[in-house]
């Protein structure tokens, strides 16, 4: 069965400084990982998302993140933090049995420090 | 596009009442899925329905229901409300095409059951 571990559940930084939310997933074969941002009060957002094209991954407002095969890890970066960056992240596998089924972990709370 | 909507933003109920929220996914995408957000359970997938049929369902009690209609808008139906089932509805839709398990979430529906 698929899951994910967000291994930590805040995470604090100053503006301007690299960010980095850390994702260990389990799957029995090759998933289809994401991350999604969900700003205070709002739905959530689609950052990035990882299916085997590329192991390093870019999504919008300069997020990336790398699959690690041998990590088993789609830990979420980036250069430097912004205020509007602030905001809860999620790491999320895709159960691959046409279902459509998102498995969520249990999220990261980024703070950002001017 | 218009992105997912879902209706209404707030709800307040009591226990034992029924409530039904409602989801229109964005134009083309025939698939709606519905997941629960709760602080201590965080993020749980309740059903899936592509063309009117259920397709999955979560580990959530009968008194959790969902339809499709034929343009792909859906409900979903609490029934018997429990104190517990105050949360944060979030419903998602994905296209059916390379990018099927790329969901798109509308804003929720926060229900507070008192």
């Known amino acids: 069965a698929q899951s994910v571990t967000q291994l930590d559940s805040h995470v604090s930084v100053s503006e301007g400084t690299p960010v980095l939310l850390r994702c260990n997933y389990s799957s029995s074969y090759s998933p289809s990982l994401f991350w999604y941002v969900q700003h205070p009060n709002k739905g959530l957002q689609l950052l990035l998302k990882?299916?085997?094209?590329?192991?390093l991954v870019k999504g919008i407002n300069g997020f990336e993140a790398e699959f690690k095969k041998s990590e088993t890890s789609f830990h979420l970066t980036k250069p430097s933090a912004h205020m509007s960056d602030a905001a809860e992240y999620f790491c999320v596998v895709s159960v691959e049995d046409s279902s459509y089924k998102l498995i969520f972990g249990s999220g990261t709370r980024l703070l950002v420090r001017p | 596009k218009a992105g997912v909507t879902q209706t209404p933003r707030y709800l307040i109920k009591t226990r034992g009442q029924q409530v039904t929220l409602s989801c229109s996914p964005i134009?083309?995408?025939?698939?709606v899925s519905w997941y629960q957000q709760t602080p201590g359970q965080g993020l749980q997938f309740l059903f899936e329905?592509?063309?009117?049929?259920?397709?999955n369902k979560g580990n959530f009690p009968g008194r959790f229901s969902g339809r499709q209609f034929s343009n792909s808008r859906s409900e979903m139906n609490v029934s018997t409300l429990e104190l517990g089932d105050s949360a944060l509805y979030l419903c998602?839709?994905?296209?059916?095409?390379?990018?099927?398990?790329?969901?798109?979430f509308g804003p929720g529906t926060r229900l507070t059951v008192l």
């Open positions: 134009s083309g995408h025939r698939s």
């Open positions: 998602a839709s994905s296209s059916s095409g390379a990018n099927y398990n790329e969901q798109f």
């Open positions: 990882y299916t085997s094209a590329a192991t």
């Open positions: 329905y592509f063309s009117e049929t259920q397709r």
